[in-house]
């Protein structure tokens, strides 16, 4: 709702408005360009832009990362990118659709998953994603690890004289 403030020529909008009247435009051209009409609808960053523009330049792939609910989620990943790169870019887009932003502890995430390429686990941060064969639209499999069976002795951390 705007109101003229005494003394002033220009129209004072509340915070809320502003942005309400931002982001309702930002959709509107997002709506209306064919390269952008991928980009997710609650909340559109310039990275995503950014992403979206030079996937359709080629300095880009997007690949595809199968979840173990079977849910299949686009990624936007650099031509160049290493494993950590896929991981980040992971990490920001399944954060982007979460229902309210909340913490998420992505280090205990990857520490109880792994992320599979037809059967070779992308385990080295460093690696380059051409050296595991992935390319445009390839699948990557998110697992939960598996934990091996460990014996377990008690220690009470006392010992008697």
């Known amino acids: 709702i705007m109101s003229i403030v005494e003394g002033e020529s220009s129209p004072v909008v509340s915070h809320r ?4 009247a931002f982001n309702d435009g930002v959709r509107e051209i997002v709506d209306e ?5 991928d980009l997710p609808r609650n909340a559109i960053s310039a990275e995503d832009v950014k992403s979206e523009l030079e996937l359709e330049q080629g300095k880009s792939i997007r690949v595809w990362l199968k979840k173990y609910d079977g849910d299949t989620v686009g990624i936007v990943i650099s031509r160049n990118g290493r494993v950590v790169d896929l991981k980040k870019a992971i990490c920001r887009v399944l954060s982007s659709k979460l229902p309210r932003p909340r913490a998420t502890s992505w280090r205990g995430i990857w520490r109880k998953n792994v992320l599979y390429f037809d059967s070779q686990k992308l385990s080295e941060d460093g690696s380059l994603l051409l050296s595991y064969g992935i390319r445009n639209d390839s699948e990557i499999r998110f697992i939960k690890r598996l934990k091996l069976a460990r014996e377990r002795t008690k220690f009470s951390g006392f010992s008697r004289f």
């Open 17 to 20: 408005d502003a942005v309400t």
């Open 33 to 37: 360009d064919p390269l952008l009409q």
